[in-house]
């Protein structure tokens, strides 16, 4: 959730349809445990796990800027960023895209496919059961 700053500035986007790629998705992680942070601050967490440098992170951040990725606040000498969307609706947005170009928009082949894809703990099936469960039940 972004903070209550009247100065964020908001960036047009030029597709409002681009999804984050792998870079990005790695800085939305970090602004997302972080909260809103300055370019330095992502980077340094970003080199905790791979390489990067900083001017690559600013011009991926200013290129999320433009995709309304991120918002900025511009009121301090080192602009902060927040991830303009949460992780679990960029989640969600993410997942439709893959039903609908990988599973042609069948979410029963999607579950199929990844509970096939790897090893399932007895926990994350009682999760699975416990919501498919939910699921029934709102829709009696």
């Not at 903070?3 to 990005?24: G, I, K, V, Y």
């Not at 997302?32 to 951040?61: A, F, H, I």
């Not at 496919?113 to 699921?135: C, F, N, P, Y």
């Amino acid at each position: 959730m972004m903070p209550p700053f009247t100065s964020w500035r908001f960036a047009l986007a030029r597709n409002a349809s681009t999804r984050p790629t792998d870079s990005e998705l790695a800085i939305l992680r970090v602004l997302w445990d972080r909260g809103p942070s300055t370019v330095r601050q992502v980077c340094d967490e970003l080199n905790r796990s791979r390489p990067t440098g900083y001017t690559t992170v600013l011009k991926l951040m200013q290129i999320m800027l433009d995709k309304e990725l991120l918002a900025r606040d511009e009121r301090q000498q080192s602009h902060v960023y927040c991830a303009r969307h949460g992780e679990q609706q960029t989640q969600k947005l993410l997942i439709r895209d893959l039903v609908d170009r990988a599973f042609g928009g069948s979410a029963r082949r999607l579950i199929l496919g990844a509970l096939s894809a790897r090893k399932v703990s007895s926990h994350e099936l009682a999760e699975i059961r416990e919501m498919l469960d939910q699921l029934e039940g709102e829709s009696r």
